[in-house]
């Protein structure tokens, strides 16, 4: 056995023994939700803003959550009956067990999992020499702001993405960037920042948002606006954002270099501005 201890309904179990029931709606409809929490010295980062996000994506889905501060002593727990610090935090809340029927059920309980594994570190050179990026087009649904367990585009998406020796893929919808399969996505231009706004087309990223902040304490303008495939191959520079990713440049659009051809200015100031956020999370 793996010696890995996962969470299932309130129970702690050798994540072999932790199951669910082969009638979940979430193994049958993908009618779930999740969120994915980076873990930095022991201390989930940016936990609260993730419970928010649950909240919003159960709301949109009329699902009613379990008590969220319940769930988070057992995220604790959780990390330290599995001894890690740095780590990713994995939360899946479906919506339960029941006979098949594709009306939401009324009355049972949702099936909460949870799993905390060692985060795999990215090669360096990402960050010192900048990533690929393919675009694909959107054929998502609608809802992309919702944290759904539904990922089959991105999935294969990111699939594709790997193929082509890329680092991710960047959904386009109608001539316009969106986001990629698991991040956001910034553009700099003449040292601004920019980035697509908050629509039903993209998630609300957490890194996103922390992102934008430490911009502006920087002194670097911000703007939420529509971006344009032509724009982002223009762009002097480019990088995708998220709670595992934590920010990544990117040199090359499907085969077009981004400015220099290497990680730029902003990103450099920005990630090493995150990176200071962090470290000290532990503090918190
Ligand atoms: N993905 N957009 C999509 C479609 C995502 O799935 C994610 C996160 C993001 C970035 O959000 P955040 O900064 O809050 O992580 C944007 C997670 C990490 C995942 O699916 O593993």
Redesign the pocket.
Known sequence: MTGITAYVNGRFLPLGEAAVGIEDRGYQFGDGIYE?VRVYGGTPFKMREHLDRLRRSARAIELDLPDLDRLTEDALELLKRNGLRECSLYIQVTRGVCPRKHTVPRGIAPTVVMTAREVAGFPAEYRSRGVKLITVPDDRWARCYIKTTNLLP?VLARSKAERAGAYEAVFVRDGFVM??????LFIVESGALVTPPLTNY??A????ATVIQLAEELGIEVREEAVSLERLYRSDEVFV????TEIVPAVDIDGTTVGTGKPGPVFSLLYRGYTGLTAGAGDA
């Open positions: 994915v991105n986001e990629c399969s698991s991040s956001n993209i998630l990223g957490v890194t996103r954002t998220g709670t595992v």
